[in-house]
């Protein structure tokens, strides 16, 4: 017997030759066992995320196989390390390319706040410049810290409205970064 | 070839240029160290390059200090290096009365034009000549000189250093 362990089904009404869930439920499960990542990396937390990628950490058993390192068939991008505000257009420009549904973790202190680089070059988080899901502590963060991170976006995933991304609040946040919307 | 003495440096120098032009004649960790003005560097910078003895070929660095108690606010230092006697000169300009300018140093070597756009961009330094005189390291639109004493280092958008986090 593997001890492969398989994604749970979702709540739902079970039957003798019938399993019913909502959409909303069977969606969100795809596409949480199925988030493909993007990394962004600029210093020693990009490391770390190396060392999740490979085979010690395994980032693949949470459906992550494949890092796109192309934003367009990404959904979840990782930043890591430090954004210099001269960076800030560039990664603004990435997450802008990403097809929707599409997910921000910020991992690490300089990503999430600027960490110890209080300085008028450095961006104090990258919440300035695009909406985050999860944020991930740590100088670096440990592999499994950032799998956390992941486990944490993956609830978000599950639990997510279809709709979300059509919601008016959704758009007003896209609108308050300027990152026009379609739909 | 054996290392060309700083005294030996310093004669040559004295034996070209005027005594009011070589001015606060120092040598800290054995490094030549001296102040010119505005006027004066640009002859200075070419004899030691072009000198037949002296062969100062090689532009180490530009860069400035800012020291807003003094008159003359900004020095702009100048190291240059001979690699054909293994020996190093620094020369100080200090400058100030409110428009900060110096004569730009890419008309004797191309290696000036980025460490002089540093310069600029980071104390405001106007290097008159310069063929290109923008910002190299910085954003674009960043409207103050950072490197200046009166510009805060800390970014104000930062808040996770706030007292509330803390209790405070």
Redesign the interface.
């Known amino acids: 017997m593997s001890d492969i362990k398989l994604a749970p089904a979702p709540p739902g009404v079970e039957g003798s030759g019938f399993f019913a869930t909502t959409l909303d439920k069977a969606i969100g499960l795809a596409r949480a066992n199925s988030l493909w990542p993007l990394p962004f990396a600029t210093s020693c937390c990009g490391i770390e995320f190396m060392a999740t990628m490979g085979a010690n950490y395994d980032l693949a058993r949470f459906g992550a196989e494949r890092p796109s390192f192309s934003p367009r068939q990404a959904d979840m991008l990782l930043v890591m390390g430090t954004i210099a505000?001269?960076m800030a257009p560039v990664l603004k420009q990435v997450y802008i390319q990403m097809a929707e549904p599409r997910w921000v973790i910020a991992v690490g202190a300089c990503a999430s706040?600027?960490g110890i680089f209080?300085?008028?070059?450095?961006l104090?988080g990258i919440d300035?410049v695009i909406p985050v899901d999860v944020y991930v502590p740590g100088c670096p963060p440990r592999p499994e810290a950032i799998l956390d991170g992941v486990m944490r976006l993956q609830d978000i995933v599950k639990n997510e409205s279809l709709n979300r991304r059509n919601s008016p609040e959704y758009k007003a946040l896209l609108e308050k970064y300027g990152i026009q919307t379609y739909g | 070839m054996a290392k060309l003495d700083n005294n030996a440096v310093l004669r040559r120098l004295q034996g070209r240029f005027a005594e009011g032009v070589l001015r606060n004649v120092t040598q800290p960790f054995g490094l030549l160290t001296l102040e010119t003005d505005t006027t004066a560097l640009l002859d200075i910078l070419e004899f030691l390059k072009t000198d037949d003895e002296l062969q100062f070929g090689y532009l180490t660095d530009i860069t400035a200090v800012h020291y807003p108690e003094l008159e003359k606010e900004f020095a702009i230092v100048y190291h240059v290096h001979s690699l054909v006697n293994n020996v190093r000169i620094r020369i100080k300009v200090f400058i100030g009365d409110g428009y900060p300018a110096i004569p730009t140093a890419t008309v004797l070597w191309d290696g000036a034009n980025w460490m002089e756009r540093e310069t600029y961009d980071f104390f405001g330094i106007q290097f008159v000549g310069h063929p290109d005189l923008r910002r190299i390291l910085n954003v674009d639109d960043m409207e103050v000189f950072p490197m200046r004493k009166e510009y805060p280092l800390e970014d104000p958008n930062k808040i996770d250093k706030k007292d509330y986090f803390f209790g405070r």
Do not use: F, I, L, P
């Open positions: 505000k001269k706040s600027g209080d300085t008028y070059s450095v104090q300035e």
